[in-house]
């Protein structure tokens, strides 16, 4: 089998020719001339879930893998094959005699990050250069902390006072805090986090969409609190499909298991049954451990639902700069209160029947599936779950002003103003 350490320099090479053959000793290899799917695992993690990330991608080898000649394409992109940590881009298949093969495309330089705009960036282009293919999808998945600046998760007070110790050094570092867990306490997922010493690097929610080179069928976020508005619509140019969690996601993340059949054995990438495989798996647990958020989202649909809201932030203004966390569904734990229902915030602001008609319409165009346990890790710090719309959202009255000028710099507040500009 020796000939198949070298099979993805030579992929490389077949693929600028209009028809190539390759000879191994499993038999000869027809190789595509394009790919239809291409899915990419993107798991930038190293942080306190290296463990559960690297058992993820074993999860997902254990299930379908595609064939070296079937016209798909599955892309690995983490810190976890080469010895030293950098990141590798790996080309996944199964060969002609049933073996699952990761073959390394790329190994980058010591010090490389994928939480790194460049680094993500240049990864994402060589599997668009390697894999020429019809449609693109993505798997990201690691800590995430939202639309949130780096840093302000973790140290929220500290930020408030305006330590400058804690704001982010000109590489964009923020001190790094391993969470802390007690015993018997679930561990949750909490855009990507990379860990060096005492620092942890980070990357922006503006940093991330700008960091896509190609367009994207699907993007699934296995990380916590990606749910919101701010990232639907911050993303929105970039793919078609986004799934994500408006919650923490705990640390056994998705069904890895069966992510390979839904995305890349079906004709169609089955994007809902992966939402749906998520929670049904949570749904179905008891105790702490029956915690889960859903949804999946049509960002193609997401205008109607920024001009409806452009329109009820203006016209319900003073009921919206009065309305606190107290009366509103919440996704958060731990008094990190800056993650609500976006339509129970409308809707404490007391609309007209007119005014509830639009903001459900405009839901219900954009938002293809939703779902939510009863409550979510009510044993640690946990809340229930009375109203579901799919999408978080920031509630101003409850932020501060640090939080308040980043956020006007996101579209979602360009289109529709939650937060006022001076």
Same mark, same amino acid.
């Given at each position: 089998?020796?000939?198949?350490?070298?099979?993805?320099?030579?992929?490389?090479?077949?693929?600028?020719?209009?028809?190539?053959?390759?000879?191994?000793?499993?038999?000869?290899?027809?190789?595509?001339?394009?790919?239809?799917?291409?899915?990419?695992?993107?798991?930038?993690?190293?942080?306190?879930?290296?463990?559960?990330?690297?058992?993820?991608?074993?999860?997902?080898?254990?299930?379908?893998?595609?064939?070296?000649?079937?016209?798909?394409?599955?892309?690995?992109?983490?810190?976890?094959?080469?010895?030293?940590?950098?990141?590798?881009?790996?080309?996944?298949?199964?060969?002609?005699?049933?073996?699952?093969?990761?073959?390394?495309?790329?190994? @980058?330089?010591?010090?490389?990050?994928?939480?790194?705009?460049?680094?993500?960036?240049?990864?994402?282009?060589?599997?668009?250069?390697? @894999?020429?293919?019809?449609?693109?999808?993505?798997?990201?998945?690691?800590?995430?902390?939202?639309?949130?600046?780096?840093?302000?998760?973790?140290? $929220?007070?500290?930020?408030?006072?305006?330590?400058?110790?804690?704001?982010?050094?000109?590489?964009?570092?923020?001190?790094?805090?391993?969470?802390?867990?007690?015993?018997?306490?679930?561990?949750?997922?909490?855009?990507?986090?990379?860990?060096?010493?005492?620092?942890?690097?980070?990357?922006? *929610?503006?940093? @991330?969409?700008?960091?896509? $080179?190609?367009?994207?069928?699907?993007?699934?976020?296995?990380?916590?609190?990606?749910?919101?508005?701010?990232?639907?619509?911050? *993303?929105?140019?970039?793919?078609?499909?986004?799934?994500?969690?408006?919650?923490?996601?705990?640390?056994?993340?998705?069904?890895?298991?069966?992510?390979?059949?839904?995305?890349?054995?079906?004709?169609?990438?089955?994007?809902?049954?992966?939402?749906?495989?998520?929670?049904?798996?949570?749904?179905?647990?008891?105790?702490?451990?029956?915690?889960?958020?859903?949804?999946?989202?049509?960002?193609?649909? *997401?205008?109607?639902?920024?001009?409806?809201?452009?329109?009820?932030?203006?016209?319900?203004? $003073?009921?919206?700069?009065?309305?606190?966390?107290?009366?509103?569904?919440?996704?958060?734990?731990?008094?990190?209160?800056?993650?609500?229902?976006?339509?129970?915030?409308?809707?404490?602001?007391?609309?007209?029947?007119?005014?509830?008609?639009?903001?459900?319409?405009?839901?219900?165009?954009?938002?293809?599936?939703?779902?939510?346990?009863?409550? @979510?890790?009510?044993?640690?710090?946990?809340?229930?779950?009375?109203?579901?719309?799919?999408?978080?959202?920031? *509630?101003?009255?409850?932020?501060?002003?640090?939080?308040?000028?980043?956020?006007?710099?996101?579209?979602?507040?360009?289109?529709?103003?939650?937060?006022?500009?001076?």
């Amino acid at each position: 089998m020796k000939n198949f350490r070298y099979i993805t320099i030579l992929i490389l090479a077949a693929l600028s020719l209009s028809s190539c053959k390759l000879k191994c000793d499993c038999g000869e290899v027809v190789l595509p001339e394009s790919y239809d799917k291409v899915m990419i695992m993107y798991s930038a993690g190293v942080n306190d879930l290296s463990s559960d990330l690297k058992e993820d991608i074993e999860d997902l080898c254990s299930g379908f893998v595609p064939g070296i000649c079937s016209g798909d394409a599955l892309v690995f992109i983490s810190h976890f094959k080469s010895g030293a940590g950098v990141p590798v881009i790996e080309s996944v298949y199964t060969n002609l005699r049933g073996k699952v093969v990761r073959d390394t495309l790329k190994v @980058f330089p010591g010090g490389s990050r994928l939480t790194d705009k460049e680094t993500m960036r240049e990864a994402l282009m060589i599997v668009d250069d390697t @894999f020429k293919a019809s449609r693109y999808g993505m798997v990201y998945s690691s800590h995430a902390t939202g639309w949130l600046p780096p840093g302000f998760y973790d140290n $929220p007070n500290l930020w408030k006072s305006g330590s400058a110790s804690l704001l982010p050094r000109p590489d964009g570092a923020v001190p790094y805090v391993e969470p802390v867990y007690s015993e018997g306490e679930v561990r949750v997922k909490s855009i990507g986090q990379t860990a060096v010493g005492a620092l942890s690097y980070e990357m922006e *929610l503006t940093d @991330f969409a700008e960091a896509l $080179p190609i367009h994207l069928d699907y993007l699934i976020f296995d990380a916590c609190l990606m749910g919101g508005i701010e990232t639907a619509y911050e *993303l929105r140019n970039h793919c078609d499909l986004i799934g994500f969690s408006q919650t923490e996601i705990l640390s056994e993340g998705m069904n890895y298991k069966t992510m390979g059949e839904r995305l890349l054995k079906a004709k169609d990438p089955d994007v809902l049954g992966v939402c749906q495989d998520y929670f049904d798996y949570y749904n179905a647990q008891t105790g702490v451990m029956k915690s889960a958020t859903v949804s999946l989202i049509d960002c193609r649909k *997401l205008e109607p639902l920024a001009q409806v809201c452009r329109q009820l932030f203006i016209d319900n203004r $003073p009921a919206l700069d009065k309305l606190t966390r107290r009366k509103v569904q919440g996704y958060f734990r731990s008094d990190r209160k800056w993650f609500y229902d976006l339509q129970d915030i409308l809707v404490k602001c007391i609309l007209s029947l007119d005014e509830t008609d639009m903001l459900q319409e405009a839901l219900d165009g954009c938002v293809i599936y939703k779902a939510a346990t009863p409550s @979510f890790m009510l044993d640690q710090k946990g809340f229930e779950i009375e109203t579901y719309c799919g999408f978080s959202m920031y *509630l101003p009255n409850e932020g501060t002003t640090r939080l308040d000028n980043a956020y006007r710099k996101l579209a979602w507040n360009v289109a529709t103003e939650l937060v006022e500009y001076d």
